[in-house]
Each structure stands twice: as structure tokens, then as C-alpha cells.
């Protein structure tokens, strides 16, 4: 059951990626008054909490004693997948402030 949770913990840090690159880049070139830094930062936070999440869901199977060599990988994957997407949200959230709106 943990090998699941660590699978659920990657595919959330990715939806939380997903979603952040599609809301924070797409909808800017459908109405250029969405580009404020505020809403780039709710994004990017919303985008965080999902990785986070999918971080806290794959912890248990790192850490479980007793579990196989291969639940234990796939927890520490999910947690260094979860810290990758992080930091890819986190770019793409500080880029919001850095290049004008409707500049792309």
C-alpha cells in the first residue's frame, strides 16, 4: 500500500506542475490582466502545496522499516521528484516577477 502512496505522491507533484506551468504561462496570453505578480504567486503557491503533498504522501514508504529495497526506492523517489518539481514551480514562479506581463 505504500508503494502506492508514493506513486499518488509523484503523479500529485506533477499535477501540481502541471497545473502551475499551465495557469501561470497559459491564461496570460488569453487575457493579459491576469499577469499581475499576485496571481503568479497564488499559482505558485497553490503548484508548491500539491509537490508538498505528493513529498509528505511518499515519506512513508522511504522510511518504513522492514519494507522491500523496492517500496523503499520508490519513496525516495517520490521524494526527490516531489523536491525537483518544487524547485521547477519555484522558478517558474519567481520568472512572474521578472519578465513584464504580456512580454512573451
Known sequence: ??????WLGMALAALGWAAS???GSELIFVS???GAPG?????????????????L?????????????????????GLLFAAFIAFAIL???????????CAA
Open 39 to 55: 496571481f503568479f504567486l497564488l499559482v505558485g503557491i497553490a503548484g508548491l502545496a500539491l509537490a508538498l503533498i505528493g513529498g
Open 57 to 77: 504522501l511518499a515519506l512513508p514508504a522511504w522510511r518504513q522499516e522492514g519494507a522491500s529495497r523496492g517500496t523503499r526506492f520508490l519513496g525516495a523517489l
Open 21 to 23: 506551468q499551465q495557469a
Open 91 to 101: 522558478l517558474h514562479t519567481i520568472s512572474g516577477f521578472i519578465i513584464p506581463v
Open 32 to 34: 493579459c490582466r491576469h
Open 1 to 6: 500500500m505504500r508503494g502506492a502512496r508514493a
